[in-house]
């Protein structure tokens, strides 16, 4: 009985949010103005430069701090994603960058106010970036990538006023300020809260904000839910008003079966990691809204081991990649639901741009692949493990079986290992696996930040463990390279390298899959791959 | 009295003698823990710039930069001044953790067994009287389904039908609905507080919550107690003393309750306390699937990410219930068999 009802008023009132309404007029008001948001991790410390904590951590830390500077946002194929080059003051009121580049000036807002009332000054500024870079915490290595790395760089030129110098022209310092980590904290109130261990309350900080965020946290219980409210004193957002959510309800929901039914139900209003099959379920059914953006600063890739015999070999690499059953994986994995990496043609046999993630010409074809292994000197094939873990198996589960039986045709005996996830990451870290399969997220998504990171040095990132003189070279030019026609052709030679070598083979940029109540507007696909609450409202 | 005084002294001397077990618990689940694959360090620096510093940093956080021997004297230390550690996961101190989520995992325990019981024993004396007919037949049927649908099944199963289905369930996350505001602590059962505060909506809103989990709890255990209980009342139906209450003529209900059925309660309370203890533990899929903030998921996801201290929290602290059921076991066999306390 109840169903049918159910079913005659989902197709009578078309929004879930009435819908709600009908069923708890009681709590109608609040329901509408209150978002809730179910999540598979947890939120598990307030700040988020302490090690270990979750992306859910970096969500709710924009949230309830702001930073000096905040992206943008644009456009891509219709859906709304961050925008690394439209870099927007936040609680700058305007900055200027010296001609020389060697200056940032940031002018603060003079109606800033942090949550306790007290106004935001450059000496808040100053501390919290001094915190970033001194405190042992995660924003040192981060703010690392943007030339910043000294206390002596931050100087406060009048209350309303902080400089930053830079050694060298970095195109990244500023990008970096608007990431995560560079949160404005209010120095007082954090260093009543300071030891003489702990100089920078970073573990007061855990379990306590001091922002002047647009969000003040009502309830916080790690592993359960946070419940944040609006900060009505904050306009910091891009409409320069308060965010539109009064409360803000993250809950964590472990079982992806019932993140999906909560949201299909408009008990949840918004959900980013479903299963890829029931967002294409839920998608089929038309009463929700589905917005899929391919993450575009990530790539899942098939990693080899360079340093590892056979695969040291740069024709057993290329053998590999002509071998793996790409579209069949995708369907498997993703059902199809991201950007390919592969399959691409390159007319001249050369890059097409300097631009990475590039999508790569390469493609299932087993008899180029048996020529490679001859090549190799390994006809007859050989014996490796493939491994993943445990906390990707829903997509890397169908892949590994692929996998397995592709290589098998040119001779490859493949076994497949299932990981625990704090294992699989002690054995990245100590170079032990040969083959696998991993993911990577750049938060500044420049071609050199990608190889600096990820294709050079003996560090953990270094998934391929290549040593290539020549690209590390290049790698390190591009970084302070002003031009942007020889920037452009340093990240075409990349690629080229990258191709030719073969370090490993990308596969795809997973869509960020966010499930969502019909009246739900203005999602943004973010930089940290969660959702700012402060990008939506209901209509 | 005499008799109180007894089970007290009793049940002192059980603990203390308990009191090794537990201690060889700690050094086995500590030693263990370290002999594992993979290095909480890494795991947990795993953000996108974290380097062999931040893995350090880490380290030595944890206390890992120590050796073993090192450790278990710092660790043993800490438990003596009943400090658990550090949860790297959820950034709390693991006895705060555990404090919080207890609560949580017994109350559905102890609502999924009370389930089991009213259901089973019944089943059970039913199956007995009449051993062979179509009613036996039936609950070997009902008892071989519960058991065999492993319990995240039947939880989304029941999640899929009496939520998504027909809407009679509230939505499966957590203890109580988000909206609800909590009662103040006392206990930590949501039932009880409710109950306390006088809030009879939201005791109401708490056991809706709490029906769906523990059912398919309840389900999963229904057959080890139904099966236990027949096999019992058939022994104590067939004995001396039944056939010589028969033959003086006592009516059939007093026979079959007070002689039959209190003779053969004991392996049914061995078995449940056993039952229980294993639950507390084993409902991880029940808590995953029902958002339940208990002790299980909590201890798993800590295994996962290596996350050495709420692992070693949680097995002393079951090894603590387990030691305290046993008790209770012991104590309700010397109220269902007086013979017992003897000695």
Excluded at chain 1, 24 to 38: G, H, N, S
Excluded at chain 1, 323 to 344: I, T, W
Excluded at chain 1, 446 to 467: E, H, K, L
């Amino acid at each position: 009985m109840r169903f049918v009802s159910f079913r005659m008023a989902s197709s009578v009132l078309a929004t879930t949010a009435l819908l709600l309404v009908a069923a708890a007029p009681a709590q109608a008001q609040t329901r509408v103005e209150t978002l809730r948001y179910v999540t598979g991790a947890s939120v598990n410390t307030l700040d988020p430069n302490i090690p270990g904590s979750t992306r859910e951590s970096f969500a709710l830390s924009m949230s309830t701090y702001d930073r000096l500077v905040a992206f943008g946002r644009k456009q891509l194929n219709g859906k709304w994603v961050f925008d690394l080059d439209k870099i927007a003051g936040e609680l700058a009121e305007s900055y200027d960058v010296s001609p020389d580049g060697l200056k940032l000036t940031f002018r603060l807002r003079k109606d800033a106010k942090f949550q306790d009332g007290s106004p935001v000054t450059a000496e808040d500024v100053k501390w919290s970036l001094d915190r970033c870079v001194t405190a042992p915490i995660l924003g040192k290595a981060q703010l690392l990538t943007g030339s910043l790395t000294s206390a002596d760089q931050f100087k406060v030129i009048d209350p309303l006023t902080i400089e930053v110098t830079l050694p060298k022209p970095d195109k990244l310092a500023l990008p970096n300020l608007a990431t995560v980590y560079p949160l404005i904290i209010n120095s007082k109130v954090a260093k009543e809260h300071a030891t003489p261990e702990d100089p920078w309350a970073t573990a007061w900080l855990k379990e306590h904000t001091a922002g002047s965020g647009a969000y003040v946290i009502e309830s916080f219980k790690p592993g359960e839910q946070v419940i944040i409210k609006r900060n009505e004193d904050w306009n910091r957002g891009s409409p320069d008003k308060p965010a539109f959510f009064k409360r803000v309800i993250v809950q964590s929901v472990p079982e992806p079966a019932t993140r999906a039914n909560l949201v299909e139900r408009g008990d949840a209003d918004l959900v980013v990691d479903l299963q890829a099959s029931d967002v294409q379920s839920l998608e089929a059914k038309g009463k929700l809204k589905v917005i899929s953006t391919p993450q575009y600063n990530s790539i899942t890739f098939v990693s080899m081991n360079n340093q590892i015999p056979p695969f040291d070999n740069v024709n057993v690499r290329r053998a590999v990649a002509f071998a793996l059953p790409y579209e069949d994986m995708f369907k498997a994995a993703l059902f199809g639901r991201g950007a390919p990496l592969f399959g691409a043609t390159w007319p001249d046999g050369k890059p097409l741009n300097g631009i990475y993630p590039f999508q790569a010409p390469v493609k299932t074809d087993l008899d180029k692949a048996r020529e490679y292994l001859k090549a190799a000197g390994l006809p007859e094939g050989f014996s490796t493990t493939f491994s993943f873990n445990v906390g990707q198996a829903s997509t890397a589960e169908p892949m590994a079986a692929l996998v397995k039986e592709s290589l098998a045709k040119i001779g490859i005996k493949v076994d497949i290992q299932k990981l625990p996830d704090a294992q699989m990451s002690t054995q990245i870290n100590e170079k032990k696996l040969p083959l696998f399969t991993e993911g990577i997220v750049a938060w500044l998504p420049s071609t050199d930040y990608f190889y600096r990171n990820f294709y050079t040095g003996n560090q953990r990132w270094n998934y391929s463990s290549i040593n290539n003189p020549e690209l590390a070279t290049i790698a390190q030019e591009a970084r302070f390279e002003p031009d942007k026609a020889k920037y452009e052709e340093d990240g075409r030679k990349l690629n080229a390298i990258h191709f030719s070598e073969m370090p490993q083979i990308p596969l795809w940029q997973p869509n960020q899959d966010a499930v969502m109540a019909s009246s739900i507007e203005g999602y943004t696909y973010e930089f940290h791959r969660q959702v700012d609450y402060r990008d939506v409202s209901r209509k | 009295m005499t008799g109180l005084g007894a089970t007290v002294a009793r049940a002192g001397r059980r603990l203390l003698s308990s009191l090794p077990a537990l201690f060889g618990v700690l050094v086995f689940t500590f030693l263990l823990m370290r002999v594992l694959p993979g290095d909480p360090a890494v795991f947990f620096a795993s953000g996108p710039n974290a380097g062999k510093e931040e893995i350090e940093q880490i380290r030595k956080q944890m206390g890992l930069d120590k050796s073993v021997p090192e450790q278990l004297v710092f660790y043993l230390s800490d438990i003596g001044r009943g400090n658990l550690g550090r949860s790297m996961m959820t950034g709390q101190p693991v006895l705060k953790d555990l404090r919080e989520r207890l609560p949580a995992s017994l109350e559905l325990t102890f609502t999924a067994l009370l389930i089991a019981l009213i259901a089973a024993v019944p089943l059970g004396v039913v199956a007995a009287l009449k051993p062979g007919s179509l009613v036996d037949h039936g609950v070997r049927l009902f008892c071989a389904l519960g058991v065999c649908v492993p319990t995240f099944v039947s939880g989304l199963l029941l999640i899929y039908v009496f939520y998504y289905l027909l809407g009679l369930a509230p939505d499966p996350t957590g203890r109580i609905d988000v909206f609800t505001s909590l009662p103040p602590q006392r206990t930590g059962f949501l039932s009880i507080d409710f109950l306390i505060a006088g809030d009879i909506e939201g005791w109401w809103a708490a056991c809706k919550q709490l029906i769906l989990p523990a059912l398919s709890m309840a389900l999963f255990v229904i057959a080890p107690l139904a099966r236990i209980t027949r096999a019992s009342m058939l022994v104590s139906l067939g004995s001396d003393f039944v056939r010589t209450a028969r033959s003086v003529g006592l009516s059939w209900q007093k026979v079959v309750v007070t002689y039959a059925l209190r003779n053969a309660i004991l392996p049914v309370i061995t078995i449940a306390g056993i039952v229980f203890s294993t639950m507390l533990g084993a409902n991880v899929l029940v808590e995953k699937v029902f958002s339940w903030p208990g002790v299980a998921s909590y201890a798993l996801d800590a295994l996962l990410s290596s996350d050495y201290a709420p692992v070693q929290g949680f097995v002393l602290l079951m090894a603590g219930i387990f030691v305290l059921v046993n008790l209770v076991v012991d104590i309700c066999y010397g109220i269902a068999d007086p013979r017992v306390s003897i000695g």
